[in-house]
């Protein structure tokens, strides 16, 4: 009887994950005017990848993905923007969590010259300025749903010309493998940002914050050499 209780919640769940990825935020009405760059905001986007190809690379490869903003976008209601704060600091990327702990901080620490957006969008200050931002969430329901929203942010044209998105950091909310529904989800995510990381668990760091002096994961190491960053491990190193 016990099991017979809690099955309606977990089939409500699966229906709310899958309905997100049918009504996704990022879908648009029909395909008019829209090219193969726009597919991951029509949820159009290539043939899901198996979860074991997912967990072999941090990055998307051989896949079509804007690096710019897309014409046909709607423009998200007020409420779903996240802020945007005046950012006059330099800094070679910037973190973006789109949720509270997503990891902002925690790849800030890790990466040198790379700073936390404190969940807003970096606005330079000043003139002929670009500052490279990079989406961070976890990878539950609510944390892509997050993430959705700053895509479509971003490719509906809302935010200065001077913010260049790099793409968008997932980092696992849980240790081993994802239900479909999330993965889905995910697909549809990521064909509207111009790259995809994967970023696993790290279950030391429920307990202790993320040191730079401990050994990196090889999918964290993979990102910032992507984004031709260094770890602060080795800047120490040098010192």
Sequence with gaps: MRRQAHQPDRQQLIGRLRTAHNNSALSLEGER????????????????????????????????????????VPIPDMVDRLPRRAAAWPATVWWLGVHGGAGESTLAGLASGSRPADHAWPIP????????????????????????????????????HSISLAGLVLIADTPGRRPKPLRDLEQVIAGGVPQVWHLPWVNAWRFAPASPLDPLPNEFRQLFADLSLTTTSSTHAQN
Excluded: K
């Design 125 to 160: 200050t000043a003139n002929a300025t670009a500052h490279h931002v990079v989406l961070v969430a976890r990878t539950n329901y609510s944390g892509l749903i997050a993430a959705q929203r700053a895509a479509t942010e971003w490719a509906a044209n809302t935010l200065p």
């Design 33 to 72: 005017c829209m090219g193969n760059a726009n597919r991951g905001l029509t949820g159009m986007e290539q043939p899901v990848e198996t979860a074991e190809v997912l967990a072999s690379s941090t990055r998307r490869a051989a896949r079509l993905a804007p690096t710019s903003p897309q014409p046909g």
